[in-house]
C-alpha cells in the first residue's frame, strides 16, 4: 500500500546547528516528492520538490532535500537552523501507481521545535 | 496574486447537523483538490476537480460528503448529518494545468469540530 513515513514526531535543535527532518516512501512507479511547512494558524507554504534530475533540490528559505532511491527517502536538511523554522513540516508524495501525479499522499508531519 | 482561500476558518456544530465549507482556488487555476486533517494524523485526499468535472474521488468517506464546483471557479464541500469522526481540518488546494507544474498551493483550512 502507498504510504509515507515521518518517523519523528518532533525534531528538536539549537539555532545554528543542522536540521534534518527524515521521510521514506513506498509508493508503485517513479514518485515525485514534496514537503510542505505549516505554521500556526497558516495553511500549508511549499518548500521544494523532487520531479526528476538532481538528487539534491534546492528550496525555500535555504532548505533543500535529496532524493536516495535505493533508500526510498526524501529527507529535509538545513545547514542552520533558525528560531523562524518552527513550524510542522510535511513530506508528501505522488505517483502514477498510486492514484497518479495530481494525489499526494501525505506523512503525519514532523514538528520541527530550534530553541534560541 | 491571491493565494487560496477557504471559509469559514472554524465550524463548530453539532452531531446531525449539516455544514458548508468553501473554497476559492487561485484564479486560473482548473484542479482543485479537497484534503482532510484528522486527529493530527495525516493529511488524507478527499477529491479532485478538474474545472467543474470531478476527476478522481476516491477518497471521500461515504455518501454524507458531497462536493460541488459548479462552473469550475469556487468550491464547496457539505457533510450532511456529520457526525463526530468528522471532525478535523479540511484543507483546500489549487493547481494550474500547466506541463511542469506538480506543486499543488493550498488554503489556511477549515477547522470542523462536531460536538
Known amino acids: 500500500a502507498q504510504s509515507v513515513a515521518q518517523p519523528e514526531d518532533q525534531v528538536n535543535v539549537a539555532e545554528g546547528n543542522p536540521l534534518t527532518v527524515k521521510c521514506t516512501y513506498s509508493?508503485?512507479?517513479?514518485?515525485?516528492l514534496f514537503w510542505y511547512v505549516q505554521y500556526p494558524n497558516r495553511g500549508l507554504q511549499f518548500l521544494l520538490k523532487?520531479?526528476?534530475?538532481?538528487?539534491l533540490v534546492k528550496g525555500s528559505y535555504g532548505f533543500e532535500a535529496e532524493f536516495n532511491k535505493s533508500q526510498t527517502s526524501f529527507h529535509l536538511k538545513k545547514p542552520s537552523a533558525l528560531v523562524s523554522d518552527s513550524a510542522l513540516y510535511f513530506c508528501?508524495?505522488?505517483?502514477?501507481?498510486?492514484?497518479?501525479?495530481?494525489?499526494?499522499?501525505f506523512g503525519a508531519g514532523t514538528r520541527l521545535a530550534v530553541h534560541p | 496574486e491571491a493565494g487560496v482561500t477557504q471559509f469559514p476558518s472554524h465550524s463548530v456544530i453539532e452531531k446531525g447537523q449539516t455544514v458548508t465549507l468553501r473554497c476559492d482556488p487561485i484564479?486560473?487555476?482548473?484542479?482543485l483538490y479537497w484534503y482532510r486533517r484528522v486527529m493530527g494524523k495525516e493529511i488524507k485526499f478527499l477529491l479532485h476537480?478538474?474545472?467543474?468535472?470531478?476527476?478522481?474521488e476516491s477518497g471521500m468517506p461515504n455518501n454524507r460528503f458531497l462536493a460541488e464546483r459548479t462552473g469550475g471557479t469556487y468550491s464547496t464541500l457539505k457533510v450532511q448529518p456529520a457526525e463526530l469522526e468528522d471532525s478535523g481540518v479540511y484543507f483546500c488546494?489549487?493547481?494550474?494545468?500547466?506541463?511542469?507544474?506538480?506543486?499543488?498551493?493550498f488554503g489556511p483550512g477549515t477547522r470542523l469540530t462536531v460536538t
Open positions: 508528501a508524495v505522488s505517483a502514477p501507481f498510486s492514484g497518479g501525479y495530481n494525489k499526494l499522499i
Open positions: 476537480f478538474v474545472k467543474e468535472s470531478k476527476q478522481d
Open positions: 523532487y520531479i526528476t534530475g538532481d538528487n
Open positions: 488546494a489549487s493547481s494550474p494545468s500547466l506541463a511542469g507544474s506538480y506543486e499543488q498551493y
Open positions: 509508493v508503485s512507479g517513479n514518485p515525485y
Open positions: 484564479s486560473g487555476h482548473d484542479n
